[in-house]
């Protein structure tokens, strides 16, 4: 079978496809450059690959110190029926931290994608609230002391959607009205005295004029909860980057941005990096290099800033990405977004990770 050949060959080479030195070898893994620096290393993990696949469970316990999972504690996953609640792949992936000696983060408490099937014919404006505390209350209470940081409430700002505040129409802002943010952080303090509780979000990167508008937003949002003592402790940026926007990406807007984050006294989190490779050549040694430039310039510039407490890519290898389908290349060449390639071995993206970290001024 494929693992199984897989696994020798692996084990036979010792050595990655393109020359980098493997799992194990003359380098240090990001898990202990980022410990080095005092801050975490980590990846979004898949269901149920890391209870079946050997090779790479094995990269995450190497590599990382920290791991989220990448979609079974959305609600569709976790919540399926009203009454029902379905742990047990979170809790293995907990139980998987505990045995690696890794943190885990919680994503995502409120999103309005991937929300439980039921909801839509069964929420009301009458029972929203009730559903949306049950709903944190079980989930966030089932995991309470095992989450270093919670993603409570994930994309609530589309300044597109015109509404007050730039937040997004989402099904929970239609029944609850803004309010629902504040409420959801609270509920989650009221459950977990001691996880981080964070806002997440995207689209933050760059210097332009619609990311400046959103960073704004984002920004007023923080604020605003701060003042009406929500008990929120930190900000996730997704960094989903494109080399095709490359040029719009200025290590001093990102600076600034998080500089400002980081002045209302929350602790930052990097939370879903990964680099679409469309815009550059098939050539494998180009676009690798080409991804690496984008991971260091990006990492560099927000490892500035002290309050950045991790870095998380999405995904590990590309073997393994959400992005396979939805920027697939013209020429039907698998893309190259992660630290890993698709053999599990290491990539110059990887190395610029562990540049961009050990770079970083104490
Ligand atoms: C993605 C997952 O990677 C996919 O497997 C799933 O089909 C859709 O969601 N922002 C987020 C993540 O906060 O939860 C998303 O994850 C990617 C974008």
Redesign the pocket.
């Known amino acids: 079978m494929e693992r199984r050949s897989f696994l020798a060959a692996l084990a036979a080479s010792g050595v990655a496809t393109n020359g980098v030195p493997a799992r194990g070898e003359t380098e240090r893994a990001l898990r202990e450059v980022a410990a080095g620096k005092g801050m975490w290393f980590g990846a ?1 993990a898949g269901w149920p690959l890391l209870r079946d696949n050997e090779i790479y469970a094995r990269q995450f316990a190497t590599e990382c110190n920290m791991l989220v999972p ?2 079974v504690l ?1 609600m569709q996953v976790v919540h399926p029926e009203p009454e029902r609640y379905n742990f047990e792949p979170g809790d293995f992936l907990a139980a998987f931290c505990q045995k690696h000696g890794m943190k885990m983060r919680g ?2 408490l409120v ?1 309005h ?2 929300m439980a099937p039921w909801f839509q014919g069964v929420a009301t404006r009458e029972n929203a609230r009730r559903l949306l505390e049950e709903h944190i209350r079980a989930v966030a209470g089932h995991y309470r002391g095992k989450i270093e940081s919670w ?1 409570v409430v ?2 609530a700002i589309d300044v597109k959607d015109g509404i007050a505040g730039g937040l997004r129409k989402t099904p929970w802002f239609e029944l609850l009205g803004p309010e629902y943010i504040d409420f959801a952080f609270r509920a989650a303090r009221a459950v977990d005295g001691e996880a981080r509780l964070v806002y ?1 979000d ?1 689209g933050l990167d760059y210097a332009d004029e619609g990311t400046a508008a959103k960073q704004e937003a984002v920004l007023r949002l923080l604020r605003g909860m701060l003042e009406r003592k929500v008990p929120l402790d930190g900000f996730g940026t ?1 960094a ?1 980057l494109n080399v095709a926007s490359r040029e719009k990406f200025k290590p001093e807007a990102l600076r600034k941005f998080l500089g400002e984050v980081a002045a209302l006294g929350l602790k930052i989190y990097v939370t ?1 990096l990964d680099v679409i490779d469309q815009a550059l050549p098939d050539d494998v040694e180009a676009r690798d290099r080409g991804v690496a430039e984008f991971y260091e310039a990006y990492l560099s510039a927000a490892l500035d800033v002290k309050a950045v407490v991790a870095v998380l890519t ?1 995904g590990l290898t590309d073997r393994y990405t ?1 992005l396979a389908r939805r920027h697939a290349r013209a020429s039907g060449a698998p893309i190259r977004p992660l630290p890993l390639d698709r053999e599990y071995g290491r990539k110059p993206a990887w190395r610029a990770i562990g540049r961009a970290m050990e770079g970083r001024r104490g």
Do not use: G, V
């Open positions: 979004a990448e979609n959305k994503h995502t999103w994608q991937q993603d994930n994309e997440n995207y997704q989903h879903e999405w959400w």
